[in-house]
């Protein structure tokens, strides 16, 4: 039998939300099997650590910063809030590992996938699912490292860690404990089944450019070019990135093309995106979030895109943003049901950009999820990326939402 249990408390004193979350905590929670932990940048970290150590010192722990605090089944917390979801699954097998993402996170994916699965005691073994937090800004050459294990056969799932204004204060929270510009990798081998979705809530405009430059990474002394594809996007169609996608939104941006600086503000409600194939007749995006204009007129994005891929431009709302996060989770719990399991409880992830678009109607969206969940407890964390399986493939994508959910 599964069983998860969802806590949150908030608070500006760190071990004021700790003692709140310990008078919660059920009995035997100390023999969990998995805790994730996701809180405001504005907590101590080791503070934390100690805490879920104490408390849970069998448990794997996975974690780290979330945009704007954290949600669940009561609602959305403050900014200064602290989530649990303790997963209790005797019978299951969990396993974590965490370290800076250094000078080649291929290579670091790899090697914490490895120490993940000999943590859980499955070496060699495929898991599940893997759920991954980490800092943002290298997410495909992390997936790529874990694609060397795993190829394609096993969902990569989970978020880019994140802070309340972009600033950089984003941490990860592994079994070690906080760790800056990090990686943090689990994998579950769940006795009760997972099931799993991701997906964007924006629709096509009819736009569309092929992307005809972007700034290419270059090592050494000679300028070798050593790959093809990046996230300053140069020009689409032959021309300036910044002006093309200009036009597209309607001239919002016409004033700021000159003067280089964040645009997230402006582009949450109107992102690119790039084809990621047809399922049914239907085409599916992933979405591509500009958060600069840079020199020259370009476009910096918070995910990679190459050199020929064509970009759609894409438009949202709040009511499709707020109803898309409860399609995720009715599409984590419908894989379950092709299994015949109950949902015992899910962890659900939602861009801090959607989040902040949303505005005050951000209270909305814990309630279309728990609609989907039977009343099984849940915890969201907001993200600056989010990694996920669409088609068939793992990928990184911007303002996606995705949810996992745990059979009993």
């Not at 300036?240 to 597209?248: F, K, L, Q, S």
């Not at 979030?289 to 438009?315: K, Q, W, Y």
């Not at 939602?350 to 407890?377: F, K, M, T």
Request: proline content about 4%; some cysteine.
């Amino acid at each position: 039998m599964v069983t998860l249990t969802s806590l949150t408390a908030a608070d500006t004193d760190t071990a004021r939300a700790l003692r709140s979350l310990a008078d919660r905590l059920p009995v035997g929670s100390a023999q969990a099997s998995l805790v994730f932990c996701f809180y405001g940048c504005v907590h101590d970290d080791e503070a934390i650590h100690a805490f879920l150590q104490e408390r849970f010192p069998i448990s794997a722990r996975i974690g780290g910063t979330s945009c704007g605090g954290v949600m669940s089944q009561e609602g959305v917390l403050a900014p200064e809030s602290i989530g649990l979801l303790v997963v209790e699954d005797s019978d299951g097998e969990y396993g974590v590992a965490g370290s800076p993402l250094g000078d080649d996170p291929t290579n670091t994916a790899e090697a914490l996938l490895h120490e993940a699965l000999a943590d859980a005691g499955c070496p060699g073994q495929l898991p599940e699912l893997i759920w991954v937090y980490q800092a943002p800004g290298r997410e495909e050459a992390v997936i790529e490292g874990l694609r060397r294990v795993v190829g394609e056969t096993c969902p990569i799932i989970g978020g880019s860690s994140a802070d309340d204004d972009v600033s950089g204060r984003w941490r990860q929270l592994g079994p070690a404990g906080p760790i800056i510009d990090g990686l943090v990798v689990a994998v579950l081998f769940p006795s009760g089944g997972i099931g799993y979705a991701f997906q964007g809530g924006y629709e096509p405009t009819g736009t569309y450019g092929v992307v005809t430059r972007v700034a290419f990474d270059r090592t050494g002394d000679t300028g070798v070019i050593t790959k093809s594809r990046g996230r300053r996007i140069l020009e689409i169609d032959g021309q300036p990135a910044a002006e093309v996608y200009d036009r597209w939104i309607g001239g919002r941006l016409s004033d700021r093309l000159d003067t280089e600086g964040s645009i997230l503000a402006e582009t949450t409600m109107t992102p690119l995106a790039i084809e990621a194939g047809q399922a049914e007749g239907i085409d599916h995006f992933l979405l591509i979030h500009p958060d600069a204009i840079v020199e020259d007129r370009g476009l910096s994005t918070f995910a990679d895109v190459r050199e020929g891929a064509r970009v759609h431009s894409m438009r949202g709302d709040r009511q499709l943003l707020i109803e898309r996060a409860g399609r995720v989770a009715r599409g984590a719990a419908a894989r379950l049901d092709l299994e015949r399991r109950a949902v015992a409880g899910a962890l659900v992830i939602y861009c801090g950009g959607c989040r902040l678009a949303v505005g005050e109607r951000i209270n909305d969206v814990p309630r279309e999820i728990a609609g989907h969940l039977s009343g099984q407890p849940f915890l969201g964390c907001f993200t600056f990326g989010e990694q996920g399986r669409l088609l068939g493939r793992n990928v990184h994508g911007n303002l996606m939402i995705s949810a996992i959910t745990f059979g009993q």
